[in-house]
């Protein structure tokens, strides 16, 4: 796992997971912090890449309510590192869990409408 750093707030701050192989992603998890500060998660975005900080698909856009969570955060994409990244400036990321979902394959493709 790598992330920006912390203080008081930066400019699209983000939190890394490395899935150590090309992985397809399902879905993110994620539990907010808990107590004070849960207004911080707010409008996010889940990017999949294939190398470290190469955010290359943006497979996801939320905007988190002000609660504890759990936020099921529904991804198709295919890649090795899975980005929380939070845009604009002033933010902070300060999550108590994330979880990634997927399998070493992707799903087959639904079958065509008649």
């Known amino acids: ?3 920006t750093a912390g203080g008081g707030g930066t400019t699209n ?3 890394e997971i490395d899935l150590g192989a090309d992985m397809y992603v399902s879905s993110v998890l994620i539990y907010n912090r808990i107590g004070v500060g849960q207004d ?3 409008q996010l975005e889940i990017w999949v890449g294939h190398a470290s900080e190469a955010r290359t698909t943006r497979c996801a856009t939320y905007s988190a309510p002000a609660t504890a969570g759990p936020f099921q955060i529904e991804c198709s ?3 090795r590192f899975v980005s929380l990244l939070l845009p ?3 933010r902070l990321l300060n999550i108590e869990e994330m979880y ?3 399998s070493a ?3 087959p493709p639904s079958p065509p409408h008649p």
């Open 88 to 90: 604009g400036s002033s």
């Open 100 to 102: 990634v979902h997927g």
């Open 40 to 42: 911080r998660l707010g």
């Open 77 to 79: 994409s295919y890649g």
């Open 105 to 107: 394959h992707a799903p």
């Open 1 to 3: 796992m790598r992330h």
């Open 13 to 15: 701050p983000w939190l």
